[in-house]
Nanobody
């Protein structure tokens, strides 16, 4: 059974930074492209970034230049560093086991950007 557990969210002021983490189990993590996706209140799921097993990363335009996705295959962990956070970055963040952010996901971790 695939399990994905996200953590690291919180309340942060605009311009601040956060690092989100995801621990994966029940899958061949080192061979799986992993993504981060997010869902803002009242909106649909939005792909944020993905990283391939070869460490090649891609980002949605709305976070490009402010986000860094990374992975540690030895520990089955996925990360997302978000800098210069904006109020529109508020939402529930999920890690998923695919390229588009539509795969299996965990419970998510809430990020709230507010003064």
């Amino acid at each position: 059974e695939v399990q994905l557990v996200e953590s690291g969210g919180g309340l942060v002021q605009p311009g601040g930074s956060l690092t989100l983490s995801c621990v994966a189990s029940g899958l061949n993590f080192e061979s799986t492209t992993m993504s981060w996706a997010r869902q803002a209140p009242g909106k649909g799921l939005e792909w944020v970034a993905h990283i391939t097993p070869e460490q090649s990363a891609a980002y949605a335009p709305v976070v490009r230049g402010r986000a860094t996705i990374s992975r540690n295959n030895a520990f089955n962990k996925l990360y997302l560093r978000l800098n210069n956070l904006k109020t529109e970055d508020t939402g529930m963040y999920f890690c998923t086991n695919d390229r588009l952010g539509l795969g299996q996901r965990g419970q998510g971790t809430q990020v709230t950007v507010s003064t």
